[in-house]
Structure formats: structure tokens, C-alpha cells
């Protein structure tokens, strides 16, 4: 796996990525990216500090794995060299990730041409008008587009790389590392960028604490009366805050988790799927397969064949 350094980058989004595949981690008996920084020279980084790299452009494009940080200046061209390299490792079957506005990048290079693709809001536009190819999502968090993926502004790069996590080696493992980091285990690709700000406190603390409550009993049935009750406020009222407080609504959420803590069961187990289905609160194996198909892109067996054969 490589990641780019480039003169006039911000530190947090290389920061993210060496945080998630760049450390050591014992703790998780498994074999774990070997990660390189790669530059085209010395970089100077927002703040006045000089990098040097140990590793060029050569090698960021021979990984399996080729994550672009945002860019220093959406409107500048993108370096040739770099262009070159991210076409090099395309060509070779790379996965290639960008955060933030590193989708220019991957956008210079016509590697997101018919594609759908995830940058910062605020820059969105922007991109969609200089590359009219590309299917430009200016409100979700990340766009999963198999060997290509990209992310939202920098925050949404930790959802990104712990998506990556997830997808190479298990929810388990994916969740190990969210605690590590102190971040929310799972945040779709599909959430929405800007989330209105709670009107009230006290109604955005009632509503975390019904999804607290939601979370440790998944099997049981949840309705949003349910939950609104739990809270202390009306339906209509619940509903209004939830989507302040998450950009999503109370059902959507509920499936999003039911089917997130289906995948360990997947992966660990050999529990039948009408098993798996109850255990996380689905009403019926059909059910359970319809969202889980929507949100996964295959099925609760082709999941677990293709994660039994991974590991």
C-alpha cells in the first residue's frame, strides 16, 4: 500500500492514513499493510514542515493499494508525473482510494471517467464542471466503485480507510480498529456530508441515547414509536431530530446496523442465514437478504464464501 506526499499537502489526511494501515498492530494476530510514503522530492507540508520521503513515484505506483490525499490547489494542474504514476498503477489492477479533493487527481488522470465519484462538497461542482464524464455524488461520505473509491472532505477519509479495513479483512477486525482510533465503527458510504446542527441539546443527547439503547438490543423490535418514547418525544418530533443529528432517518439507520453486525456473525460463524437474520433483527431471511444484497452488493453466503476464501 502507498500513499502520495506532495508539496503544500495538509498533514491530517496523511496523518489518517498512516494511523490506520501504517501502525503496527499486534494485538490483531494478523499480517497488516506494510505501508510507504512515496514523493516526487522533498515536500513542504501546510505549516512550514519539510518531508522527505524514502520513497518516489516508482513505488507509489507499484502497490496493490494507491491513496491520494487531498490536493494543495484544486485549480492547478495536476503534476504529469503523478498522473503517470496513477495511470501506471490502474493499468497494473491497483485499488485506487483518494480523500477529500485527491479525486482531481484521479480525475486528471481519466480514471474516473462514467464513474461515480465522492469529493468534498464545498468542491463538487467544481469538479463536475471541468470532468462532465464523471458522476459527481456531492453528498455522501464515500463512493465505493471497487478498485476505485473515493471519500469526502477529510474527516470522511476515517470512514474511507476503515471501509477498506473492512472490506480486507472483516467487520471484526474493522471495529477492532474504530476503538483503537476512538471512531464510530461503521458511518455509510451513502451518509450525508453536512448534517444540520440539533436545535436542542437535550433532544440530540435523548436521541443518541435511543440509538445507544437500539444498538445493544438489535434482535428485539424496534419501531420508531418505540424509540421515540424512549426519548420522550412525539413521533413526528423524534424523526425531525434524528435527521439533524445523523442526515439519515431512524429505519434507514436501524438496517444500516442490523446488517453491519450481521457481518461478524458471517464471518466467525457457520450459523444458518435464517439464524443471522433473527439474531440482528431482521424479520425474515428474505428481508434479510434484500437489505443486505442493497447495502453489500452480493449476498449473506457470497459474502461469507468470499471472506472464508480471503482469509
Known sequence: ???????GMSPFELGIVTEVFGLHRPELDIDWYRLLICADGPVRVVGGAMMHAENDLAALAAADTVIIPGVADVRAPVPAPVVAALRSAHTRGARLVSICSGAFALAA??????????????????????????????DVLY????????SAGSAAGIDLCVHLVRTDHGATVANAVARRLVVAPHREGGQAQFIEAPV???????????????LANLAEPITVESLARRSHLSPRTYLRRFKQTTGTSPIRWLITQRVQ?????????????PAIAAAVGFESPVTYRHHFTRAMRTSPSAYRRAFQERR
Do not use: C, F
Open 109 to 138: 488522470a481519466g480514471l474516473l471517467e462514467g464513474r461515480r465519484a465522492a469529493t468534498h462538497w464545498r468542491y463538487a461542482p467544481l469538479l463536475a464542471e471541468r470532468h462532465p464524464g464523471v458522476e459527481v455524488d456531492a
Open 1 to 7: 500500500m502507498s500513499v502520495l506526499a506532495y508539496d
Open 143 to 150: 463512493v465505493d466503485d471497487g478498485d476505485i473509491l473515493t
Open 261 to 273: 453486525a450481521s457481518l461478524a456473525l458471517l464471518e466467525t460463524g457457520t450459523h444458518p442465514i
Open 200 to 214: 436542542q441539546a437535550v433532544s440530540a443527547d435523548a436521541v443518541a441515547d435511543s440509538m445507544t439503547w437500539a
